[in-house]
């Protein structure tokens, strides 16, 4: 993977390796978006159940929260439309 420099001249390109050694993979069917002036907070759930505490009533456990910048939260979501935007052009 290269990624462009935006620190150096725009043509030049520099190598990206991904590590993946200590990430674990979660299913999130649901999440929730907070967002102040300065960052987003995404927090990630599997869905809702019934409240296992007996008192009735339904709970939504999040197993994941996730804190970004803006900037870096307007990049995902870019990433995220690119990526519908390459599904929608495929034929099915």
Known sequence: MSEKNPS???NETRQLR?????SKAS???QA?????AEEVIIDFSSGII???SGQG???????TRI???LPAAHRLLGALNQTFQKKADKPT
């Open 18 to 22: 991904v590590k993946y050694d200590e």
């Open 27 to 29: 299913y999130a069917s």
């Open 32 to 36: 929730l978006v907070q967002a102040s």
């Open 50 to 52: 019934q409240d296992p």
């Open 57 to 63: 009533g339904a709970v939504m456990p999040i197993h």
């Open 67 to 69: 804190a970004m910048s």
């Open 8 to 10: 150096k001249d725009n």
